[in-house]
């Protein structure tokens, strides 16, 4: 079962577990579950995606109840409407701390035209670990909150390997060392990326609504061993 964090008429918000795609795609295998045919055992009536996550991200995934809904949602997002916070870790601790990432991208294929790209960051909390990688004794990590405000293929997790600091967990623009590491020495087998709030004008009311979703247990493990809670609550509490 999904987590829905939001229902009502008009909308549908979901908590997407990491690793589960979102629907069939020439990305994923013709035998995977799909985000999109589980939320519709769910909840009665017809869905339709108002936007996209990687599989292998999770957090906060929007879905209408209407085609007509899902045209005006599609309008905030293209017009940049919509405030989209993510929570990352890194490799390394970035400097400057925060920042915009202002890099052109292409699409899903590499070899596309490039269109301009950009995503603010913030570094909320940085950890050292004393376990030997290649040269270094010790490995340095960042928890980072990250908002992009284009919406390009795998935008996040390319832009941070652009600036050398790539996400944790990231099998195609990561450190297959550090991610590694992480297998060994924290348990962490996911991409560390999460989709943890979302705020829109609600489609039909108008009204604010913000959404959130939670973390699941190896996003919670990490923030206890790296004592990175409290970096959290703080920064979302002065940002709302």
Request: hydrophobic letters at 40%; a neutral charge.
């Amino acid at each position: 079962m999904l987590e829905i964090l939001y229902q009502d008429d008009d909308i549908v918000a979901v908590n997407k577990p990491a690793n589960l795609a979102v629907h069939r795609s020439k990305f994923v295998g013709p035998d995977d579950a799909f985000l999109v045919d589980m939320v519709r055992e769910q909840v009665d009536g017809r869905v339709h995606l108002a936007h996209r996550l990687d599989r292998a991200t999770s957090g906060v995934l929007l879905i209408a109840r209407s085609p007509e809904v899902a045209a005006a949602l599609g309008e905030q997002f293209m017009g940049r409407t919509v405030r989209k916070r993510y929570l990352a870790v890194a490799r390394g601790w970035p400097d400057p701390g925060e920042g915009v990432i202002d890099y052109a991208l292409p699409g899903s294929r590499d070899t596309g035209p490039r269109r301009e790209a950009s995503t603010d960051y913030r570094t909320l909390a940085t950890t050292e670990v004393e376990i030997a990688l290649g040269r270094y004794e010790r490995q340095r990590y960042s928890l980072v909150l990250a908002e992009p405000r284009t919406g390009r293929f795998r935008q996040i997790r390319k832009h941070f390997a652009h600036i050398h600091h790539p996400l944790i967990g990231d099998s195609q623009h990561g450190r297959g060392d550090h991610n590694r590491l992480f297998k060994q020495h924290f348990s962490s087998h996911r991409l560390l990326l999460h989709a943890l709030r979302l705020d829109i004008l609600h489609p039909v009311s108008g009204q604010p609504l913000a959404i959130e979703a939670g973390l699941d247990d190896t996003w919670n493990r990490l923030l206890d061993r790296f004592t990175w809670s409290d970096a959290l609550t703080s920064a979302l509490t002065d940002d709302c």
